[in-house]
Protein backbone atom coordinates (compact mmCIF):
# COMPACT_ATOMS: atom_id res chain seq x y z
CA UNK A 1 0.00 0.00 0.00
CA UNK A 2 1.28 3.54 -0.81
CA UNK A 3 1.86 5.51 2.42
CA UNK A 4 3.65 8.81 3.81
CA UNK A 5 6.39 8.60 6.45
CA UNK A 6 8.36 10.74 8.76
CA UNK A 7 11.43 10.51 10.28
CA UNK A 8 12.16 10.64 13.23
CA UNK A 9 9.00 10.43 15.14
CA UNK A 10 10.44 12.38 18.02
CA UNK A 11 13.98 14.47 18.23
CA UNK A 12 15.26 16.62 21.07
CA UNK A 13 18.12 18.89 19.87
CA UNK A 14 19.56 21.66 21.07
CA UNK A 15 19.45 25.86 20.08
CA UNK A 16 21.77 26.70 17.55
CA UNK A 17 21.74 23.22 15.74
CA UNK A 18 20.55 22.42 12.02
CA UNK A 19 18.31 19.39 11.94
CA UNK A 20 16.72 17.86 8.88
CA UNK A 21 13.05 16.26 9.10
CA UNK A 22 12.86 13.43 6.58
CA UNK A 23 9.55 12.83 4.80
CA UNK A 24 9.31 10.12 1.90
CA UNK A 25 5.94 9.31 -0.24
CA UNK A 26 5.43 6.24 -2.14
CA UNK A 27 1.58 7.78 -3.51
CA UNK A 28 3.83 8.96 -6.89
CA UNK A 29 2.10 12.24 -6.10
CA UNK A 30 4.27 15.61 -7.48
CA UNK A 31 2.48 17.47 -4.78
CA UNK A 32 4.19 17.62 -1.12
CA UNK A 33 3.86 20.15 1.92
CA UNK A 34 5.59 20.81 4.65
CA UNK A 35 3.16 22.09 8.18
CA UNK A 36 3.95 22.45 11.81
CA UNK A 37 1.06 22.34 14.42
CA UNK A 38 1.06 24.44 17.41
CA UNK A 39 -1.74 24.81 20.02
CA UNK A 40 -4.23 27.78 19.33
CA UNK A 41 -2.81 28.06 15.32
CA UNK A 42 -4.05 24.85 14.08
CA UNK A 43 -1.90 23.85 11.11
CA UNK A 44 0.36 26.81 8.78
CA UNK A 45 2.41 25.75 5.92
CA UNK A 46 6.06 26.02 5.96
CA UNK A 47 7.17 25.16 2.44
CA UNK A 48 5.43 23.40 -0.55
CA UNK A 49 6.40 21.70 -3.84
CA UNK A 50 4.54 21.16 -6.88
CA UNK A 51 7.41 19.10 -8.43
CA UNK A 52 11.39 17.85 -8.96
CA UNK A 53 13.45 20.69 -7.94
CA UNK A 54 10.46 23.03 -7.47
CA UNK A 55 10.02 24.49 -3.67
CA UNK A 56 8.07 27.81 -2.26
CA UNK A 57 7.73 29.50 0.76
CA UNK A 58 4.49 28.85 2.73
CA UNK A 59 3.27 30.91 5.67
CA UNK A 60 5.94 30.63 8.03
CA UNK A 61 9.05 29.91 5.92
CA UNK A 62 11.84 31.67 7.85
CA UNK A 63 14.22 29.64 9.27
CA UNK A 64 13.27 26.35 7.42
CA UNK A 65 14.55 25.32 3.72
CA UNK A 66 13.43 22.36 1.75
CA UNK A 67 14.75 20.94 -1.51
CA UNK A 68 13.03 18.31 -3.76
CA UNK A 69 15.73 16.04 -6.02
CA UNK A 70 12.78 13.20 -6.51
CA UNK A 71 9.39 12.61 -6.43
CA UNK A 72 9.31 10.98 -3.19
CA UNK A 73 11.37 12.84 -0.84
CA UNK A 74 11.19 16.06 0.33
CA UNK A 75 13.34 16.50 3.22
CA UNK A 76 12.84 19.85 5.75
CA UNK A 77 15.67 22.02 7.55
CA UNK A 78 15.80 23.77 10.17
CA UNK A 79 19.06 26.02 9.77
CA UNK A 80 19.47 26.88 13.33
CA UNK A 81 16.97 25.32 15.66
CA UNK A 82 15.43 28.00 17.66
CA UNK A 83 12.61 27.23 21.15
CA UNK A 84 10.21 28.51 18.86
CA UNK A 85 10.37 25.94 16.42
CA UNK A 86 9.52 23.42 18.83
CA UNK A 87 6.41 22.07 17.61
CA UNK A 88 4.85 19.07 16.14
CA UNK A 89 5.69 18.61 12.30
CA UNK A 90 3.57 16.94 9.21
CA UNK A 91 4.39 16.24 5.49
CA UNK A 92 1.80 15.46 3.59
CA UNK A 93 0.77 14.88 -0.77
CA UNK A 94 -1.34 15.35 -2.84
CA UNK A 95 -2.57 14.20 -6.72
CA UNK A 96 -3.18 17.90 -7.31
CA UNK A 97 -2.18 20.33 -5.27
CA UNK A 98 -4.23 22.56 -2.51
CA UNK A 99 -7.18 21.51 -4.31
CA UNK A 100 -7.27 18.57 -3.05
CA UNK A 101 -7.08 15.80 -0.50
CA UNK A 102 -4.06 16.03 1.20
CA UNK A 103 -2.42 12.86 2.53
CA UNK A 104 -1.17 13.42 5.85
CA UNK A 105 2.58 11.59 7.37
CA UNK A 106 2.08 10.58 11.09
CA UNK A 107 4.29 13.73 12.30
CA UNK A 108 7.57 14.54 14.30
CA UNK A 109 7.41 15.72 17.40
CA UNK A 110 10.27 18.50 17.48
CA UNK A 111 11.46 19.60 20.84
CA UNK A 112 14.41 22.73 20.72
CA UNK A 113 16.31 23.16 24.38
CA UNK B 1 -9.23 38.80 10.07
CA UNK B 2 -9.14 35.06 10.24
CA UNK B 3 -9.47 33.07 7.35
CA UNK B 4 -11.17 30.07 8.98
CA UNK B 5 -12.73 30.43 12.16
CA UNK B 6 -14.23 27.69 14.39
CA UNK B 7 -15.59 29.35 17.08
CA UNK B 8 -16.33 25.73 19.54
CA UNK B 9 -12.56 24.92 20.81
CA UNK B 10 -14.66 21.62 22.60
CA UNK B 11 -18.02 19.90 22.09
CA UNK B 12 -19.56 17.00 24.07
CA UNK B 13 -22.12 14.60 22.77
CA UNK B 14 -23.99 11.73 23.19
CA UNK B 15 -23.95 8.93 21.26
CA UNK B 16 -25.63 8.14 18.38
CA UNK B 17 -26.67 11.92 18.71
CA UNK B 18 -25.88 14.08 15.41
CA UNK B 19 -23.36 16.59 15.64
CA UNK B 20 -22.38 20.26 13.43
CA UNK B 21 -19.40 21.86 14.18
CA UNK B 22 -19.19 24.82 12.77
CA UNK B 23 -16.35 26.75 10.28
CA UNK B 24 -16.50 30.22 8.76
CA UNK B 25 -14.69 31.64 6.49
CA UNK B 26 -13.36 35.10 5.08
CA UNK B 27 -12.03 35.20 1.16
CA UNK B 28 -12.46 37.64 -1.90
CA UNK B 29 -11.37 34.82 -4.38
CA UNK B 30 -14.24 33.53 -6.29
CA UNK B 31 -12.49 30.03 -7.12
CA UNK B 32 -11.87 28.24 -3.80
CA UNK B 33 -12.34 25.15 -1.34
CA UNK B 34 -13.12 23.93 1.77
CA UNK B 35 -11.86 20.75 3.58
CA UNK B 36 -12.50 19.05 7.02
CA UNK B 37 -9.68 16.75 8.64
CA UNK B 38 -10.05 14.60 11.78
CA UNK B 39 -6.88 14.18 13.81
CA UNK B 40 -7.70 11.33 16.43
CA UNK B 41 -4.95 11.46 19.77
CA UNK B 42 -3.19 8.89 17.73
CA UNK B 43 -2.13 12.41 15.70
CA UNK B 44 -2.46 11.76 12.07
CA UNK B 45 -4.69 13.80 10.21
CA UNK B 46 -7.56 12.07 7.88
CA UNK B 47 -9.27 13.97 5.05
CA UNK B 48 -13.07 13.73 5.69
CA UNK B 49 -15.00 15.87 3.05
CA UNK B 50 -14.62 18.41 0.16
CA UNK B 51 -16.46 21.36 -1.27
CA UNK B 52 -15.50 23.23 -4.31
CA UNK B 53 -17.07 26.84 -4.10
CA UNK B 54 -18.53 26.58 -7.06
CA UNK B 55 -20.49 22.78 -6.32
CA UNK B 56 -23.92 23.04 -6.39
CA UNK B 57 -24.63 20.63 -3.91
CA UNK B 58 -23.62 19.84 -0.52
CA UNK B 59 -21.09 17.65 -0.25
CA UNK B 60 -21.03 13.78 1.50
CA UNK B 61 -19.30 11.33 2.48
CA UNK B 62 -20.75 8.43 4.27
CA UNK B 63 -21.99 10.00 7.95
CA UNK B 64 -20.77 13.64 7.22
CA UNK B 65 -21.77 15.96 5.05
CA UNK B 66 -20.76 19.46 4.76
CA UNK B 67 -23.88 22.18 5.47
CA UNK B 68 -22.50 25.00 2.35
CA UNK B 69 -23.91 28.40 3.00
CA UNK B 70 -22.23 30.24 0.71
CA UNK B 71 -23.69 33.69 1.36
CA UNK B 72 -23.01 33.47 5.16
CA UNK B 73 -19.47 32.07 4.46
CA UNK B 74 -20.20 29.03 6.28
CA UNK B 75 -18.66 25.35 5.70
CA UNK B 76 -20.24 23.61 8.74
CA UNK B 77 -19.55 19.84 9.12
CA UNK B 78 -22.57 17.40 9.99
CA UNK B 79 -21.76 13.74 11.53
CA UNK B 80 -25.39 11.65 11.87
CA UNK B 81 -25.48 9.65 14.14
CA UNK B 82 -22.39 9.88 16.05
CA UNK B 83 -20.04 6.93 17.85
CA UNK B 84 -17.11 6.84 19.65
CA UNK B 85 -14.76 6.55 17.56
CA UNK B 86 -15.38 10.05 16.54
CA UNK B 87 -13.48 11.32 19.26
CA UNK B 88 -10.86 14.13 17.93
CA UNK B 89 -10.07 17.26 16.88
CA UNK B 90 -11.96 18.41 13.73
CA UNK B 91 -9.77 20.98 11.64
CA UNK B 92 -11.57 23.08 9.14
CA UNK B 93 -9.28 24.10 6.46
CA UNK B 94 -9.90 26.74 2.97
CA UNK B 95 -8.10 26.55 -0.49
CA UNK B 96 -7.71 30.11 -1.98
CA UNK B 97 -5.94 30.94 -5.25
CA UNK B 98 -6.97 30.15 -8.94
CA UNK B 99 -4.20 28.57 -11.62
CA UNK B 100 -1.70 25.85 -10.80
CA UNK B 101 1.57 27.64 -9.76
CA UNK B 102 1.81 30.20 -7.62
CA UNK B 103 -0.46 32.06 -5.43
CA UNK B 104 -2.42 28.73 -3.87
CA UNK B 105 -2.94 28.46 -0.64
CA UNK B 106 -3.97 26.26 2.24
CA UNK B 107 -5.34 27.87 5.74
CA UNK B 108 -6.08 25.80 8.82
CA UNK B 109 -8.92 26.84 11.38
CA UNK B 110 -7.57 26.32 15.34
CA UNK B 111 -9.81 23.04 15.29
CA UNK B 112 -12.91 21.59 17.39
CA UNK B 113 -12.62 18.79 19.98
CA UNK B 114 -15.61 16.66 19.92
CA UNK B 115 -15.64 13.84 22.44
CA UNK B 116 -18.37 11.66 21.99
CA UNK B 117 -20.27 10.30 25.19
CA UNK B 118 -21.15 6.54 25.79
Known amino acids: DAEITQSPRHKITETGRQVTLACHQT?????MFWYRQDLGHGLRLIHYSYGVQDTNKGEVSDGYSVSRSNTEDLPLTLESAASSQTSVYFCASSERGFGDEQYFGPGTRLTVT | AQKITQTQPGMFVQEKEAVTLDCTYDTSDPSYGLFWYKQPSSGEMIFLIY??????QNATEGRYSLNFQKARKSANLVISASQLGDSAMYFC???????????????FGTGTRLTIIP
Open chain 1, 27 to 31: WNHNN
Open chain 2, 51 to 56: QGSYDQ
Open chain 2, 93 to 107: AMREGGGYFGNEKLT
